[in-house]
């Protein structure tokens, strides 16, 4: 079902660009077939590399061919986006010129556009959406590559321990080592990270993207990720996609703490808080034991002290019911990665970037500290987030 979709979104993408670059040019016969080969070429670039890469073939040619398939899906996507506003509004205009032309009873044939003009006017819009496309895909793929944007937030905690007061920490969620991020932004991240000299750090998931054996170097800076208390990891739905057990491994062998469904107690000076970690929401699709379970996570936590639960989808805040979590941490949505997708993601999450309050319990949701798919953030930066623990009276600031 879900390959079904993909291929009627794609389809529809492609083919709907495709139909509108060419309506005004006078293009026929074998011209006409080579251009549909190469938009259909196009479409299944993206597709048939991350199905080469399901089956294990993991290399720098199929690297390469998903830069050109995902950077393609990038641009036809916005060009999509114009192309609708653009139809939207010849056609309303469309509307209004026949509503005006019987109101007024005039002779259609001295409003009506003449016909070489209509076509000069398409293509002269055609070009400037392709060209307008291009530059917002450039500025897109520059805001992705560039360095996350540090987002500053603090947190209200009711009866906070003095010891706690002022905890700073650091979360990056949605990495997508893989295909296109390499040991390169990795190590930036590091840096980034580190730079803010943080007591704990928080990574809620997809770390990667593709196999411990092909990515196994370009994960090994995260191996210098320093806070004072630790590294604390949960698995995403991508590391299900990718072998979890065997990334599960490598976590801890980078030295980060795996929470898989258990808290660990953070004792400072005879004060306690605990550190929460649930599995992806679709874990038990592959690994039947990693079922999501905040219950079982929770279980054992102390009445009355501090809780900050890492969870990769926001929607696991559905399943929590009235456990006592002062803060829960998310990724997953990357915020909608560029617009005008982000009002789309907002109408599939009901948390999906920044804070939120529900009960007592405050969310933050991540924007994703790299990428998916596309190598475009436009209007939607990466993010690493750093979070300042305060004793006072709840609420979202």
Request: with cysteine; aromatic share 10%; net charge neutral.
């Amino acid at each position: 079902m879900f390959f079904i979709v993909v291929v009627f979104v794609l389809t529809l993408l492609y083919g709907y660009v495709g139909a509108r670059v060419v309506a005004p040019f006078d293009l026929s016969g074998l011209g006409l077939i080579i251009y549909w080969a190469i938009i259909v070429l196009l479409a299944i670039t993206p597709i048939a590399g991350m199905i080469f890469r399901s089956r294990g073939m993991e290399n720098l040619l199929i690297d390469i061919f998903l830069w050109l398939g995902f950077i393609g899906m990038g641009l036809f996507s916005l060009a999509f986006i114009a192309f609708i506003i653009r139809d939207l509004g010849w056609v309303t205009g469309t509307l209004s010129f026949k509503i005006l032309r019987s109101i007024t009873n005039s002779n259609p044939s001295s409003i009506q556009m003449d016909p070489g003009r209509r076509q000069f006017l398409l293509m002269s819009m055609n070009l400037g959406i392709v060209g307008v496309t291009s530059v917002l895909g450039g500025i897109g793929l520059f805001q992705a590559r560039r360095k996350a944007t540090i987002f500053s937030q603090n947190i209200n905690i009711q009866n906070l321990p003095p010891e706690f007061q002022g905890l700073k920490i650091a979360q990056i969620s949605d990495l997508h080592v893989g295909p296109t991020i390499k040991a390169d932004y990795a190590r930036t991240v590091v840096d980034q990270v580190n730079a803010l000299e943080p007591d704990l750090i928080f990574f809620t998931g997809d770390m990667v993207d593709g196999s411990v054996d092909r990515l196994a170097d370009d994960v090994e800076p995260l191996r210098g990720l320093k806070a004072k208390y630790g590294t604390y990891f949960v698995t995403g739905n991508h590391e299900y996609y990718s072998g979890a057990q065997q990334w599960v491994d490598k976590v801890g062998e980078l030295g980060m703490i795996h929470l898989e469904n258990e808290h660990r107690i953070l004792k400072l000076n005879g004060a306690s808080m605990a550190i929460v970690g649930v599995t992806d929401l679709m874990a038990h699709h592959t690994i039947k034991s990693h079922k999501s379970n905040p219950q079982k996570a929770m279980s054992g936590v102390p009445d009355g002290i501090p809780s900050i639960m890492l969870a990769h989808q926001p929607g696991t805040a559905d399943f929590i019911g009235d456990l006592s979590i002062d803060l829960m941490v998310c990724g997953h949505t990357h915020g909608g990665q560029f617009m005008p997708f982000n009002l789309a993601v907002a109408k599939a999450h009901r948390y999906y970037a920044g804070l939120y309050q529900q009960g007592k319990t405050q969310i933050y949701v991540n924007r994703g500290t790299g990428y998916w798919g596309p190598p475009l953030r436009l209007g939607i930066p990466s993010e690493i987030t750093l979070f300042k623990l305060q004793g006072v009276s709840g609420g979202v600031s």
